[in-house]
């Protein structure tokens, strides 16, 4: 009877480089194993299909068209020059769908957070939505529409705030434009008219927030000639002897406001029955006599039992005691005495004046 010896035995598979399988080609027996030594890759052969079409063990490579996939990619290659390894928090032209085709030349975009540089070139008429569909801006290459419904609001704090527009500049909202502005507001515009209106349509109305001095205003141009249109309420009636109200702003160094009529639309509400108020349109709201007066009227309102329709009279009087000491003076109303308590439910009071240049 034979017998097995116990013993160990050494089974080398089927080895070369890379380059001398590629130049072989051989055809692997099915279940035959051949293992590229340079590059540690292993094919196995299924007995027909020759090495260079042979597919390695570890190649997962996805289809080049068509196909799907499940799982994780880990890669530390590149897609399309891409590095995703190093690019996983990062939109770029290369990275987005093709729904994102109307972005061009979009450098690197965050998904969140983070800063991006270049320009977004948006196709016509293609909206950026913020929030739901009341909120976008869209664009045609002529007009450019930023529509809100709440509030709009212009600031930079820190830096100039341009806004520039070859043809109309139009904001339409239904609630409040704002706009935070450390410096000037300056409207320049080259041949069309500066006009800010309400709801009524009344043409260039105006009502600054940052002078408590003003109520509504209202400017018209006609060959240099300005109308400003200020309305007092009923406190500021009773306050007028205390608090004058600016009617026409200081025009800056070296202007002068020369006014040529006042006309007054009084709302009375009760009698005015004080005898010692008398009423003055001046230069800083000055109520001497001997001061900057413009218009005047004595015993204003007293014992009248009717609304009014009152033009103020001419003062002649010293306006300044130097060749430029009426330069950049605001004009403002005032009284000398207090008005009668809640006589008065409104003034609205109309200003026709010239700004003359005395440099």
């Known amino acids: 009877m034979s017998s097995l010896t116990r013993g160990t035995v050494k089974v080398d598979i089927r080895r070369d480089s890379a380059s001398n399988f590629t130049n072989t080609n051989p055809t692997l027996k099915a279940g035959e194993p051949a293992f590229e030594t340079d590059t540690k890759k292993l094919k196995v052969g299924d007995g027909s299909t020759a090495w260079t079409s042979l597919a390695y063990v570890t190649d997962v490579s996805l289809p080049l068209s068509g196909g799907a996939m499940t799982g994780a990619i880990t890669t530390n290659s590149t897609f399309d020059g891409v590095d995703v390894a190093t690019r996983d928090g990062v939109l770029s032209a290369t990275t987005i769908n093709a729904d994102a085709a109307l972005i061009y030349g979009m450098a690197a975009l965050p998904k969140a957070g983070g800063s991006m540089t270049g320009h977004i070139t948006m196709a016509d008429d293609v909206r950026v939505t913020f929030g739901d569909a009341g909120e976008y801006i869209v664009g045609n290459g002529t007009d450019l529409d930023v529509v809100s419904s709440g509030e709009m609001n212009f600031s930079a704090p820190n830096a100039d705030l341009g806004i520039t527009s070859g043809r109309d500049l139009n904001i339409v909202t239904p609630r409040n434009v704002n706009a935070n502005l450390a410096g000037n507001l ?35 141009d006609d060959n240099g000639l300005k109308t400003v249109v200020v309305t007092l309420s009923g406190a500021q009636c009773t306050a007028l ?7 026409v702003a200081a025009q800056g160094s070296n202007k002068i406001t020369l006014v040529q009529d006042v006309v007054l ?58 060749l430029t000491g009426g330069d950049n003076q605001k004009v403002a109303i005032k009284v000398d005495a207090a008005i009668t308590s809640g006589c008065i439910n409104s003034i609205k009071c109309v200003v026709k004046y010239y700004v003359y240049d005395n440099s």
Do not use: W
Not at 241 to 247: A, D, F, G, R
Not at 280 to 305: C, D, E, H, Q
């Open 265 to 322: 639309f009084i709302d009375r509400a009760a009698t005015q029955t004080s005898a010692f108020c008398d009423l003055f349109v001046s230069y800083a709201g000055s109520t001497s006599l001997s001061g900057s007066i413009i218009k005047y009227k004595r015993r204003f309102m007293y014992g009248v039992t009717t609304d009014m329709v009152m033009q103020l009279g001419e003062y002649t009087n010293t306006i300044a005691t130097s």
């Open 186 to 220: 300056n409207i320049d515009v080259d041949g069309g008219e500066a006009r800010l209106t309400d709801d009524s349509e009344t043409d260039n109305v105006f009502t600054p927030s940052h002078d408590a001095d003003i109520a509504t205003k209202k400017y018209v």
């Open 241 to 247: 002897h205390i608090t004058p109200i600016t009617l």
